[in-house]
């Protein structure tokens, strides 16, 4: 069973940076992609990026492209967020995930299809 930790959470003034962190211990096989979600209160969970694990290619929600930037180590399993230019629309519990299955260009944006999940780590960001 692999297991997800995020880690780098907290809170910032709006304009300011964040790095997540996301380690996945307990991989025995490879994984396809990884991916980092957010769900704000009262607000379904929606897609912010993810990476395929073995071309390191990276895909945005058009929210946050240009602003967050999403990359891995391979040996390490470990999975990095980069987030600058935090605006208080960013506020939210963020969520590592990855797979082993093999996603389309659209499916790796949906949560479902993930099989391994962090349990979250706030972000806060004040005006």
């Known amino acids: 069973q692999v297991h997800m930790v995020e880690s780098g959470g907290g809170s910032v003034q709006a304009g300011e940076s964040l790095k997540l962190s996301c380690a996945a211990a307990?991989?025995?096989?490879?994984?396809?992609?990884m991916g980092w979600f957010r769900q704000a209160p009262g607000k379904e969970r929606e897609f912010v990026a993810a990476?395929?694990?073995?071309?390191?290619?990276?895909y945005y929600a058009d929210s946050v492209e240009g602003r967050f930037t999403i990359s891995r180590v391979a040996a390490k399993t470990m999975g990095y967020l980069q987030m600058d230019n935090l605006s208080v629309e960013d506020t939210a519990v963020y969520y590592c995930?990855?797979?082993?299955?093999?996603?389309?260009?659209?499916?790796?944006?949906?949560?479902?299809?993930?099989?391994?999940w962090g349990q979250g780590t706030q972000v806060t960001v004040s005006s």
């Open positions: 307990g991989v025995t096989g490879s994984l396809y992609a």
């Open positions: 995930a990855a797979t082993a299955k093999t996603l389309t260009i659209a499916s790796i944006r949906r949560a479902p299809e993930y099989d391994f």
């Open positions: 990476i395929t694990w073995n071309r390191g290619r990276p």
